[in-house]
């Protein structure tokens, strides 16, 4: 039996699979070796290259960048990688990049972007940006790859070309003399800007630059002038002198000066040509001749005196003004100083020293002074002096000139004015004293009658009696009014009226006004309507007291001049007002006899009516409009008028308000048995029947009252015993009302009584009296003659910010 040897095919194809795998294994390792020496190249390249390079990802954080992007920027690796790119960037750049960077992402190439980047010194550094976006197989982002080029250098010498470039063009165009390169056939390759103008008229240089000179100058003069540079050219000898050219601007002088050159790169044979011109050196000596013969003109023709002191003190020049002022010739004075004769007043050498010295040292360029100077003929005047000095090119005072002026007559009629004006304040001083005494002599009786009327009149009475009562209390309150309006003229004549700000409620400030006109509108049959705005804000900050005023006085002239029909009071909130603030328009309206059209100019003026003569209808003094347009004026208002004969008239006025930044806060109207019951009041009162009256109004309204005579005798009381308020008149024998606030609030009283409630109860109601009797210590001021209403307001708003001593 013969052996054989069998093979499996198995085997042979796994053997045939491993060499197969061995030799892929050898190529992928060569290729390997061959991968890591060219991404090792790669990586020298990398790190070596020139330009900087850098790798961001989708967030713009750092992956990479090479050497030289260290290098650039001072930063090592570590510095760098996995910072967002946005830190080394300026601020200003910083939100640039956030913004841009989706769309390079977008887009997947930038070319030539330029920006700044942050050195790690601090300093920037501007750079060249070129990048693409890397992506993977499926075109999704991968990174950026971006190279940049530290510009800096390049860019400051960039700029430094430029500056010099604009340097030279700059002294070019800078020079008096026209420059300008020409060819031998008359072409202009180059002119600055002042030949361009002389050439064109105007024009800048490109509009010449190219252009032949046949085109700016006659035939017969281009040719000689071409004929003139090609003789430079080919002789190559220069050319100056003086030449007068018609050009387009007009004829004109010209120093010129001929050169030969070779122009540009290709050294092309030219003529540079540079020209002064002399026209405007003549027209300048021309024009000087002439000004120096008008200022010789003015000089000597001049309503001041010209002098000039070369340093200071020698006379140089001496008008014939100067003649006239101080009597000396020119001829007596030149070459002198002022001090070898008598110019100035002894008494004012000092003086006049002292400002030519200012003006010597340089501190001061010029003053105005006045002083007093001696004429020739002894007799002392007053002048006013202008002096300037004209200093050298080293600062030194060369000489000053001098203006002066006889203000003789001037300095006379001032001090006439000032005597004048010093007489006119002494008369008003004595008015305002005139007027305070009156006020205190005709309201202290005014007082007494006045209360003992309100007293006759709380008792049972006739409906007769209560009539004649009611008749004679309107005259008292009548000629309390004329005097108070006496004492508001006074007042604002005077600019001592002032206007305060507080919060008041309009709505409440004109029903006011209708509640006190209401039984004057049912006596005469008039009707009395009052028209508010809803739109007017509730609360407002202004002077409620002058604004009552002014309408009681309008609404009242209209009640009085109008005989049937309405008088109607219309509040009008205007739109144009600004935040915070808000103008009302408030116009009184009637329906009476009007006003003749000759009347309306003096109808505001102090003491005019309407009517005049012995006819009169109406009472009053006239002063009720001209106090209110005053007033309306100091609230920052205005006030006109509208009136038709026999159809009425009306009366407007706006005042602006300032709004309240906060609600408003209820104050109740203190009813006169409730603040006063109870309550135990100290009046000091010198005059009888006023004491009297003030006294019986409290105890019918439940007060407890004890009345002395002098402010000693209330210190005395108030020590014995405690008082609610004391009721302080000001003008009282042994010790005024004044001395004895200002005793009771030292503690002279007792320390427990420094803190009782004082009210001056006065008829002191001149502007100031109130402010010096609160500086007094007193807490309020009530004018005379008292009214118990208001005097009960007083008293309440006294005891709510001091409540004195405790029930």
Known sequence: MTGSTHTDPRDAALAACHRRIAQLEARLAARETQQQQETLKFQKLFE?????????????????????????????????????????????WQDHFRQNFPRFKALGEILGVEFELIHKDGHPVLVAFNGRIGRDAEGRFKQTHCIFEDISERRCAEEALRESEERYRQVINAMRETLSVIT??????????????????????????????????????????????????????????????????????????????????????????????????????????????????????????????????????????????FGWT?????????????????????????????????????????????????????????????????????????????????????????????????????????????????????NGLLGMLQLLRADALR?????????????????????????????????????????????????????????????????????????????????????QQVLINLVGNALKYTAQGHVTIHAVALPDSRPGLQRVLFTVEDTGCGIPDQMIGQLFEPFSQAAQGYQRTHQGAGLGLSICKRLVGLMGGGISMESELNRGTSFHFSIPFLLPKGPPADCPEPRPAAVVAGRKFLLAED??????????????????????????????????????????????PVLHGVEAAQAIRRGEAGEDRRGTPIIAMTAYAMAGDKEAFLDAGMDDYIAKPVDMDTLACVVAEVLQRRPGRQR
């Open 48 to 92: 070596n290259a020139p330009l900087g390079y850098q790798s961001l990802d989708e967030h713009g954080n750092f992956l990479e960048v090479n050497q030289a992007w260290l290098t650039a920027l001072g930063y090592t690796r570590a510095e760098v990688l996995g910072k967002n790119f946005a830190e080394f960037l300026p601020l200003e």
């Open 687 to 732: 005059d009888a029947v006023s004491r009297v009256a003030a006294s019986r109004m409290l105890e019918k309204h439940g007060g407890v009252v004890r009345t002395v005579e002098n402010g000693r005798q209330a210190l005395d009381a108030l020590r014995g015993e405690p008082f609610d308020v004391v009721l302080m008149d000001v003008q009282m």
């Open 463 to 547: 409906d007769d009696q209560r009539e004649y009562v009611d008749l004679a209390i309107a005259s008292g309150t009548r000629l309390t009014r004329l005097l108070s309006d006496i004492l508001d003229l006074s007042q604002i004549e005077a600019g001592k009226m002032h206007i305060v700000a507080e919060p008041f409620t309009l709505q409440e400030i004109l029903h006011q006004v209708v509640e006190l006109l209401l039984p004057a509108s049912h006596q005469s049959g008039v009707a009395l309507k009052c028209h508010l705005d809803p739109a007017l804000p509730p609360v407002v900050i202004g002077d409620a007291c002058r604004l």
């Open 184 to 325: 031998p056939d008359g072409t202009f390759l180059f002119v600055n800007d002042k030949a361009a103008c002389n050439l064109s008229g105007g024009q800048p240089p490109e509009a010449v630059t190219g252009r032949n000179i046949r085109d700016f100058a006659p035939p017969e003069h281009a040719q000689a002038l071409m004929a003139q540079y090609r003789e430079v050219v080919e002789t190559q000898t220069p050319r100056i002198r003086e030449v007068c050219v018609r050009m387009a601007a007009g004829e004109q002088w010209f120093h010129n000066t001929m050169l030969p050159i070779r122009y540009g790169r290709a050294q092309q044979p030219c003529v540079l040509s540079m020209s002064l011109d002399i026209t405007d050196r003549k027209q300048a000596q021309l024009a000087l001749q002439h000004a120096l013969d008008r200022l010789s003109f003015h000089v000597e023709n001049s309503p001041l005196g010209v002098i000039e002191w070369e340093n200071g003190r020698t006379i140089t020049l001496w008008s014939p003004r100067a003649e006239a002022i």
């Open 330 to 446: 020119a001829d007596e004075v030149l070459g002198k100083n002022w001090g070898d004769f008598l110019l100035v007043y002894p008494e004012d050498e000092q003086s006049v020293t002292q400002s030519i010295g200012s003006l010597l040292n340089g501190s001061t360029p010029c003053n105005i002074t006045q002083n007093r100077n001696v004429r020739k003929d002894g007799s002392v005047i007053h002048c006013q002096w202008y002096n300037s000095a004209q200093r050298d090119a080293t600062g030194n005072t060369v000489s000053i000139l001098s203006q002066v002026d006889d203000v003789t007559a001037l300095h006379e009629a001032l001090a006439n004015l000032a005597a004048a004006r010093e007489q006119a304040e002494a008369a008003n001083w004595a008015k305002s004293e005139f007027l305070a005494n009156m006020s205190h002599e005709i309201r202290t009786p005014l």
